[in-house]
């Protein structure tokens, strides 16, 4: 069966920090990932989209790796402070259209 | 620009009873999807529309509907409310359709069902 998996259990590092995010996938041939913010009452916030023929992406502190061999996708915030704590999700998109699948998410607290 | 724009933003209805969401989208955008949050089952799609036409349907069962206007401007519907359709149903528009397009959500409309 189809299968998003991130870290269920929340993240928790020290402020200054490098976090490093998992999301694993199988069974699922995707043509691009992409990794959204959520803050606790609201929606999500798109953050970084990487297609499948792209080994990295980088945005300010952020970078994302996708490794379709692996079916892993790897998500770091550098630097990571306080205002970084949320909950990350992952998204899967494997046609044309913007139909994502989603991951559960992981919780990420960054301590002072 | 404004972001996406939800109506109501919460909502308490009793099991059987129907119930009509609204979404705005960004000025420009004509694509508009549907999720539904819950805890258990995390994001989950349940449509998308593109200048008025649904693209994909998600697996949900056919008491959940839909409709985009000439506008962009997007409703879904839910008939012969259930108490597991208690969820966040969060609305996301884009630019256009395919790998190039973020999605952009509003911040949801919380409805539960007693």
């Known amino acids: 069966s189809q299968k998003i998996e991130q870290n269920s259990e929340a993240l928790n590092i020290q402020e200054g920090k490098t976090a490093t995010l998992t999301c694993n996938y199988t069974n699922y041939s995707p043509a691009y990932l992409q990794w959204y913010r959520q803050d606790p009452g609201r929606g999500p916030v798109f953050l970084l989209l990487?297609?499948?023929?792209?080994k990295e992406k980088r945005k300010e502190r952020l970078k994302v790796t996708f490794d379709t061999t692996l079916k892993q996708s790897l998500f770091h915030i550098t630097a990571s402070q306080p205002a970084d704590s949320a909950t990350y999700l992952c998204?899967?998109?494997?046609?044309?259209?913007?139909?994502?699948?989603f991951g559960g998410g992981t919780r990420l607290m960054v301590k002072p | 620009k404004a972001g996406v724009t939800q109506t109501p933003r919460y909502l308490i209805k009793t099991r059987g009873q129907q119930v009509t969401l609204s979404c705005s989208p960004i000025s420009g955008h004509r694509s508009v999807s549907w999720y539904q949050q819950t805890p258990g089952q995390g994001l989950q799609f349940l449509f998308e529309?593109?200048?008025?036409?649904?693209?994909n349907k998600g697996n949900f069962p056919g008491r959940f509907s839909g409709r985009q206007f000439s506008n962009s401007r997007s409703e879904m519907n839910v008939s012969t409310l259930e108490l597991g359709d208690s969820a966040l149903y969060l609305c996301?528009?884009?630019?256009?359709?395919?790998?190039?397009?973020?999605?952009?959500f509003g911040n949801g409309t919380r409805l539960t069902v007693t």
């Open positions: 529309y593109f200048s008025e036409t649904q693209r």
């Open positions: 998204a899967l998109g494997e046609n044309a259209g913007n139909m994502l699948t």
């Open positions: 996301a528009s884009s630019e256009a359709v395919g790998q190039n397009s973020p999605l952009h």
């Open positions: 990487i297609r499948e023929n792209e």
